[in-house]
């Protein structure tokens, strides 16, 4: 791990160095990715001076323990005793900050939640799903925009789709994607029994438009007639907007807004993404891709947490996480189900680091 960490010391006095070329500092979006590269990397190369010191100071009190002055042999020992537990904690420190970070966690998001099975039950729990994640946002400092609302018709809705913006929104939402399941009585139930429901929530990360690398010349653009929001209103206009792939043959769409604009650059986002999901499972083919699974179905069965009403609580199958505060997390309080993730994620990553060469 020294001789990475020493790599690792050796291209950040190069980014250092790059930093102060003018043709960089010219440049503001190179200047700041690279400005951004620099950051992230002397928060391990801090880490590193330190770690080297105390390798540095524990050589010296071992060298001591050879002193044939049986006070310096002590005072050698009680350093030692001192600074190797320093030293294998920063060790264990280091581990974590070396685990790859997924470049897309710090990209804002399209954020989608659908009624799945359960009828107007389930567009009601996508209500409360909107309200749990809105009290999230805030609670965050994130700015969300409501791209499009579709109501149900018992109350809820049966589709929305949000853009939230902010610090890390995809590193801390990507978690979220998949079918979310409902046990509760529902208003309508005259004899008191428990339902179960289900919504999904797809979060896609939003990139930039003039970072997302496809060649007009392999699309196919078709527009077309949409319904507006709550499917009450026809367009006069084609406001919809479909687009192909034509080398893969991915299509994608967008009838969320009554602008042909934002349904233009929602349905390129979609359509990056997919792409992006396709090249990465022909190139991990042998491996399990994680984003792979996090859209699911919106059939009961195919769930990521359960909701349960009657019993204050949530739990979260994938990491076998159970909480019985489901009020307060229904008010937006996530973070320590986000927290618990991730660090199941990073474990993984880690095991995975581990077995590179």
């Known amino acids: 791990m020294i001789d990475k960490l020493e790599s690792i010391y050796n291209h950040f006095l190069g980014v250092e160095e790059k930093l102060s070329d003018p043709s960089i500092v010219s440049d503001m979006k190179k200047y700041s990715k690279l400005n951004k590269e620099y950051k992230d990397l002397q928060v391990i190369v801090d880490q590193y001076k330190i770690l080297k010191n105390l390798g540095d100071n524990i050589a010296s009190a071992k060298e001591m323990l050879d ?72 609670s965050q400092g994130w700015r969300v925009d409501t791209v499009s609302l579709n109501e149900g018709s018992s109350g809820g809705y049966s589709k929305i789709v949000l853009e939230i913006y902010g610090n890390e929104v995809f590193g801390k939402l990507k978690f979220e994607s998949g079918a979310h399941r409902v046990q509760r009585v529902p208003k309508t139930e005259s004899q008191g029994r428990v339902h179960t429901s289900a919504a999904t929530v797809v979060i896609m990360p939003k990139f930039e438009l003039d970072d997302i690398d496809i060649r007009k010349d392999e699309l196919r ?136 060469p």
Not at 104 to 132: H, K, N, P, Y
Not at 249 to 255: L, P, Q
Not at 275 to 294: D, P, W
């Open 221 to 356: 653009v078709d527009t077309f007639r949409a319904s507006g929001a709550g499917g009450q209103h026809v367009n006069k206009t084609e406001s919809g907007v479909r687009f192909t792939h034509l080398p893969t043959g991915i299509v994608s769409e967008s009838t969320d807004s009554r602008s042909q604009h934002k349904n233009r650059e929602i349905a390129m986002q979609k359509l990056y993404q997919r792409i992006k999901e396709a090249q990465r499972e022909k190139a991990y083919a042998q491996q399990k891709e994680q984003r792979k699974s996090l859209v699911g179905s919106g059939d009961r069965s195919d769930k990521i947490r359960t909701y349960n009403y009657p019993q204050n609580r949530v739990t979260d199958h994938r990491i076998n996480l159970t909480l019985y505060s489901l009020d307060k997390i229904m008010d937006g309080n996530i973070t320590e189900i986000i927290e618990k993730l991730q660090m199941a994620e990073n474990a993984d990553k880690m095991v995975e680091t581990q077995k590179m």
């Open 67 to 138: 002193d044939p002055d049986s006070e310096m042999q002590s005072m050698a020992k009680e350093e030692l005793n001192d600074l190797e537990p320093q030293h294998e904690k920063l060790l264990e420190d280091i581990k974590v900050l070396l685990i790859p970070k997924d470049p897309d966690d710090q990209l804002d998001v399209v954020m989608e939640i659908r009624a799945g099975t359960g009828g107007d039950e389930a567009s009601i729990f996508a209500g409360d799903l909107l309200r749990l994640y809105t009290k999230y946002c805030e």
